[in-house]
């Protein structure tokens, strides 16, 4: 999506709470060159109520490999896992595009645990 673009639909806060966004933690970020799109292989901790979960992300743009362990992340934990080449990717994190299109992560100005819940 652009900025241009016109608002999606209206949903219910109901429709909007259904999708579980919580803070993570990067552990371990990886090449994943069998990916059709740059991106990479990401190993990232929600806190003891979700666990460690895995990760394809095309954000090959901004961010380098070395810099990413240790980074908090928003990512959805409740959505089917999907099969992305040879990765199950377990977890959808989520970012915004720049003016060039490019995909900058959501993550937080201040600590939280992980785990938790956007609101």
Do not use: T
């Given at each position: 999506m652009k900025p241009e673009d016109p608002r999606a639909d209206e949903i219910t806060p109901d429709e909007f709470f259904n999708a579980?966004?919580?803070?993570?933690?990067i552990l371990e970020a990886h090449p994943f060159p069998e990916?059709?799109?740059?991106?990479?292989?990401?190993?990232?901790?929600?806190?003891p109520g979700v666990g460690v979960k895995k990760s394809s992300a095309q954000i090959t743009d901004h961010y380098r490999l070395e810099d990413l362990p240790g980074k908090r992340v928003i990512g959805v934990?409740?959505?089917?896992?999907?099969?992305?080449?040879?990765?199950?990717?377990?977890?959808?994190?989520?970012?915004v595009t720049d003016a060039e299109g490019k995909i900058v992560l959501l993550s937080p100005?201040?600590?939280?645990?992980?785990?938790?819940?956007?609101c």
């Open positions: 579980d966004l919580r803070l993570g933690q990916a059709r799109k740059p991106a990479f292989k990401l190993v990232i901790d929600f806190g934990v409740n959505f089917p896992p999907r099969q992305i080449g040879p990765v199950r990717s377990e977890v959808l994190v989520l970012g100005d201040f600590d939280a645990p992980l785990g938790a819940r956007v």
